[in-house]
């Protein structure tokens, strides 16, 4: 899959073909959707007063509210034996979370992050998944609302966006997406696919009604007009 030389899947015809306008509507509609306005403001809420990732208890309870919120499905992993007990998921994710300096990590808005998020429980036991999709989320929620700095580092990678993203750009498939990840890619190279292609579709990130988040707009508009379930 060559990430570098993406196009656009879309002619200017298409009603869906990807403009500035397009994606602010898309991403407007988002945030004026009942069901999500309420999770984001009970997200932010929760994220703004723990804003940290120190205290066992708060990082469990974070997990399991992203998790809740956005049918991550972390339940299905939840007991595994792991020596020679039953583990629920998501003690070993905050202990691993809590060891990886997070919260400095996630100012810098290292994109490595989501990798080690991704494969900290499999890490532990490798009968726990890769969770790409949880660990998008748990960065791109604590950059927006527990720092307050909706920077555009933090794309969401989930099975809307895996199916969706394809139909516009010529070149990734379903298949790809999901494979680049199990074969060893990075987050970065997610990140790089999303912002090849809104350049194949002439759009400059850098455009101020983006309001310095391109690509989290993108991802919104996608999921927003494709969903069919949680977030």
């Known amino acids: 899959m060559d990430i570098e030389n993406i196009t656009a899947a879309k002619s200017k015809e298409d009603p869906d073909y990807l403009t500035v306008d397009y994606i602010i509507s898309g991403d407007n509609d988002f945030f004026d959707d009942d069901v999500v306005k309420n999770d984001e403001e009970i997200m932010r809420k929760f994220l703004k007063a723990n804003p940290l990732n120190t205290d066992n208890n708060i990082v469990i309870q974070k997990i399991r509210l992203i998790d809740l919120m956005n049918s991550?499905?972390?339940?299905?992993?939840?007991?595994k034996e792991y020596n020679n007990k039953n583990t629920r998921i998501e003690k070993v994710l905050a202990e691993q979370i809590i060891n990886m300096n997070f919260d400095e990590r996630i100012k810098k808005g290292e994109?490595?992050?989501?990798?080690?998020?991704?494969?900290?429980?499999?890490?532990?036991d490798h009968e726990f998944?890769?969770?790409?999709?949880?660990?998008?989320?748990y960065c791109y929620y604590h950059q927006t609302y527990a720092l307050d700095t909706p920077k555009?580092?933090?794309?969401?990678?989930?099975?809307?966006?895996?199916?969706?993203?394809?139909?516009?750009i010529n070149g990734v498939t379903t298949n790809s997406l999901e494979n680049m990840f199990k074969e060893g890619c990075l987050y970065e190279d997610y990140i790089t696919i999303v912002k090849n292609t809104l350049a194949a579709y002439n759009i400059d990130i850098h455009e101020k009604a983006f309001k310095g988040r391109p690509l989290s707009m993108l991802d919104?508009?996608?999921?927003?007009?494709?969903?069919?379930?949680?977030?």
Request: hydrophobic share 35%; aromatic share 12%; net charge positive.
């Open 111 to 124: 994109p490595k992050l989501v990798d080690d998020i991704a494969k900290a429980a499999n890490d532990v």
């Open 152 to 168: 555009n580092d933090y794309p969401i990678y989930d099975s809307v966006l895996r199916k969706v993203l394809p139909k516009y």
């Open 72 to 79: 991550t499905q972390l339940q299905m992993n939840n007991k």
């Open 220 to 231: 919104h508009c996608l999921w927003y007009k494709n969903r069919s379930g949680g977030r």
């Open 129 to 137: 998944k890769i969770l790409y999709s949880f660990a998008s989320k």
